[in-house]
Nanobody, 119 residues
Framework: QVQLVESGGGLVEPGGSLTLSCAAS????????MGWYRQAPGKQRELVAN???????NYAASVKGRFTVSEDSAKNAVYLQMNNLKFEDSAVYYC?????????????WGQGTQVTVSS
């Protein structure tokens, strides 16, 4: 079993910055991808940013140029640096990890951390 623990959410004014952290622990053979999703009230959960095979990075169009996803593979950790935050970035942010021995077979989610952008 794998556990994901997130931290770093909070309340920030528009234009401000936050950094989210997620650390995975447990029986991890290999992480195939790690990243962040978010879900605002009344909306579907959406991809924010992820790292696949410790290489390629994907971003939602709405966050490109403002958010940066990074990882520390030795710690099985993924981070999300969020700059120039906007009201519409308010949501619960979830960490997601895909693990497996020889193939990406297992999906895990964190408990979520609230990000609120408000003046």
């Amino acid at each position: 079993q794998v556990q994901l623990v997130e931290s770093g959410g909070g309340l920030v004014e528009p234009g401000g910055s936050l950094t989210l952290s997620c650390a995975a622990s447990g029986s991890i053979f290999r992480t195939w991808s790690m990243g962040w999703y978010r879900q605002a009230p009344g909306k579907q959960r959406e991809l924010v940013a992820n790292i696949v095979n410790h290489g390629s990075r994907n971003y939602a169009a709405s966050v490109k140029g403002r958010f940066t996803v990074s990882e520390d593979s030795a710690k099985n950790a993924v981070y999300l640096q969020m700059n120039n935050l906007k009201f519409e970035d308010s949501a619960v942010y979830y960490c997601r990890a895909v693990t497996g021995r020889a193939a990406p077979t297992n999906e895990y989610w964190g408990q979520g951390t609230q990000v609120t952008v408000s003046s």
